[in-house]
Structure formats: structure tokens, C-alpha cells
């Protein structure tokens, strides 16, 4: 019988290095369009996907590997800072809500939330890190282009975890997505 | 199994217009907030309640001369905050007043009939609070 942790492991390192090359990606595609810094979030399918697959502790680590590895291939300090504070704040909230309503919420609802704080969180380092409150007027325009952006990959999110549960390596090593498919909770 | 069809919850419509709500609510906020976001602040000058002229806050500190048929006034401007610094009358009150730096404060100068505010608070940090002073 192979041994659990490997197939955990691989599975892990999968979800990291899709998280890198979805945030890789997104660099290249400009959309910035009415406000500067406003992305697709694409990265959060994989964060998402992930929250669903594994425990906490688990999606935590593959969040802040995937800041440090988008910062270091294609970005600087700055761009760190303001990642993984909206990481980790949406993050947070997504993990929140996916506990206490979890059983009552599609992906789409949780991703639009975990949109939403991402922009609380890099809005609240931008404030910091260039010592004014005057970034706090994007939060409006941010707030709804996040919901937007956050609907879309929560659809994607929607449509790719009964995919994935089909796929031995994610059915044998994730049995928490079994449950909640079987349930019907999740979609 | 699951099927391949997305199913929506009422939840997410519940979580989404929340969402919406507080977008809405900032917005709101912000608006109200004296415009003190987004624009940088200006002062603004009123001679007989009429608004003389608008003077964007300079980078380094400027002198602003206020010239009118009561008299003559020199107002300090400069990001740290908005201080008259001359008057030819005979109190001189508005030179004491504290500077400026938040737009619901304002410094009068009574026997020139004159006003000066700001259209937003500035940002320095620990601005005190500062209360309206009526110049005689």
C-alpha cells in the first residue's frame, strides 16, 4: 500500500507550484483598467480549491510559500508586504466562513468575501507602508471589483472541486472533499 | 456524486449583498468626510462669507498675501498646517490662533471680515483637535 503522506505530499507540492504559476501568470495579463493594483485574484482558485482539501495549517503554509515565491521570481519587498498581509487576512475569512457556514455557501460566496478582505488586507499595509490614509478611497471601487473578480473564481472553484474528486490522488488523500461532495455541501 | 452543475445557496446572495452594503457604506462615508480623501486639501479664503479665492496646499511653506479693502492679512501655508502670520489691525488674535490642520477647524479675522478653512483635514499625524477661534 503506498504511503499516505507521500500522496499527500505530492498532492501539496502540486497545489504550491499551481498557486506560483496561476500568480506567474496573472503578472503578465494587465488588467489594470479604472484602478491601479486591480487583478483577478486568480491565485485564490488554487487557495480556495486547496481550503477545501486541506486542513488550515496546511493551506496556510501554501499560501505564504506561494507570496514568497511569486516575490522572489517576479516581484520586491514592497510587492511581499502587500501580498501577504492580503493573503492572509483573506485567507482568514474564507477559513472563517467555510467553518461556521461552511454547509450553507457555494465557493462563490466564500471566494467573494475572501476577495473582498484581500483588499482590506493590502489596502491596510499600503496604508502603513506609505504612511497615509489616503489609500483608504480605493477601498469602495476595490471592494466591488474584488466581489466581481471573487464571484468569477468562485464559479471556477465550483466547477473544478467535483472534477478533482474524480482524480485517485485527491479522491485517496483527501477523503474531507469526499464527505463534503457527498453531502452536497460544497456544490 | 456530485454533478457537474454549479448549485448557488441563498447564502451566497446573503454574503454578497452584505458585501455590496459595506462597499456602499464606505463609499458613503467617505464622501461625507469633507472630500479629505482621494483630493489633497485646500485652503480656502472668505472675505464678507465670500469665497476670494482657493489656494492648494503648497509642498514646502508659502506665503499668501490677503489684500482687501479692510486690510491686510499674510497667511502661512505649508503642509504641516495654516497659520496667519501678519495682520495690520490692532488685536492681532487671529496671529495667535493655532495653525490649521483639519478642515472643522478655521482661523477668523473679525475686523477684516475674514475667514480662512481648510476643504479637508491634512495628514499629519497627531493633529490636535482644535476648536473654532472668533477673532475681535
Redesign the interface.
Known sequence: MRDKRTGRLVLMALFLTAAWAVGAMERLISFDFAVPGVKLGLGNVVVLTALYLFPFREVLGIALLKCVLVAMTFGSFPSLVYSVSGSLLSLLAMAC?LRG?GK???P???S??GA?FHNLGQLAAASVVMG???V??Y??VL??SG?ITG?IV??AV??L???L??IPLVRDNCPRLRHL??D?N?? | ????????????????AL??L???V??AL?QKDGAS??TPPAVEIYVDGQLMRTVPIPSHKEEVRIETAYGVNLLHIGPEGVAMAEADCASRDCVHTAPLTRADGAIACLPHRLLVRLSGNL?TKDAPEEVDVVAG
Do not use: E, Q
Not at chain 2, 456524486?1 to 454578497?16: E, R, S
Open positions: 466562513l457556514l450553507r455557501l457555494s462563490v460566496g466564500v467573494a468575501a473582498v497615509t490614509r489616503y483608504w478611497a477601498l469602495p471592494m466591488v466581489i464571484v468562485g464559479i465550483g466547477f472541486l467535483p472534477r474528486a474524480k461532495l457527498d452536497g460544497v456544490v | 456524486m456530485a454533478t457537474t452543475k454549479l448549485h448557488l445557496k441563498p447564502w451566497d446572495g446573503i454574503v454578497v458585501l455590496l459595506a462597499a456602499a464606505f463609499f467617505w480623501l482621494g495628514s
